[in-house]
């Protein structure tokens, strides 16, 4: 069936460093991926989403490519600030139904910034 | 904004016991939805509806029931709850040709 890898479980950085969390899936066809972050006591939000290969999703500095052919949806920020600290979970959405509230989620990734 | 409200938010429950979350949306969706949150497992998908008086199962539906009697209200029924289904429990709701889901702020229980 369909998955989701994120490479990192968790990533400590500085504010004003680079952000790269890594996202692979498995799917068949044109799967609709996402970025969602959680902060404490919340349930997960949206980011953003992409649809198709070579789309650019991006919110709040934060992007990521839709790429087939690496089968990746990498996601980047060029300078972190303390109130990013979250986790952030990548997805993809059930393709037969087009549900966008079918998801299957990694792992989660958690994103710690130091003032 | 979205609104999903789920209670309680916070339960201990004794194993073997019937247990009973709810989650109430003020945003008209069609589609609900229950996840679980688990350390090494990510969210999975336990139960969805489209629609007052639908419930389809989600990937892991296994000693879950659940319960859409309005378009608002949706609930997830553990009739004989074990330890193992201690976890996050969260509730969603997204419009029918919507492009997201919004969730509520969770549940924690707790099967002891």
């Known amino acids: 069936g369909d998955s989701v890898t994120q490479t990192e479980g968790q990533v400590a950085l500085s504010e004003e460093d680079f952000l790269t969390i890594h996202c692979n899936y498995s799917?068949?066809?044109?799967?609709?991926l996402f970025w969602y972050v959680q902060y404490p006591g919340e349930g997960p939000q949206l980011l953003f989403r992409a649809s198709r290969d070579k789309e650019k999703g991006s919110s709040r500095g934060f992007e990521a490519t839709y790429d087939k052919g690496t089968t990746s949806f990498h996601l980047r920020k060029a300078s972190v600030q303390e109130s990013d600290s979250a986790v952030y979970y990548c997805?993809?959405?059930?393709?037969?139904?087009?549900?966008?509230?079918?998801?299957?989620f990694g792992l989660g990734t958690t994103l710690q910034v130091q003032p | 904004e979205a609104a999903v409200t789920q209670s309680p938010r916070n339960k201990v429950a004794v194993t073997g016991g019937k247990v009973t979350l709810s989650c109430n949306q003020t945003?008209?969706?069609?589609?609900m939805y229950w996840y679980r949150q688990d350390t090494g497992h990510g969210l999975r998908l336990i139960h969805y509806?489209?629609?007052?008086?639908?419930?389809e199962k989600g990937d892991i539906p296994d000693g879950y029931k659940a319960s859409r009697p309005s378009q608002e209200n949706f609930s997830l029924i553990l009739e004989l709850a074990t330890p193992s289904q201690t976890s996050v429990y969260f509730c969603a709701s997204g419009a029918r040709e919507g492009t997201e889901v919004f969730f509520g702020k969770g549940t924690r229980l707790t099967v002891v």
């Open positions: 945003n008209n969706h069609n589609n």
């Open positions: 799917a068949s066809g044109y799967p609709t």
């Open positions: 997805a993809l959405s059930d393709q037969e139904t087009g549900n966008t509230g079918k998801l299957i």
């Open positions: 509806s489209y629609g007052a008086g639908s419930t």
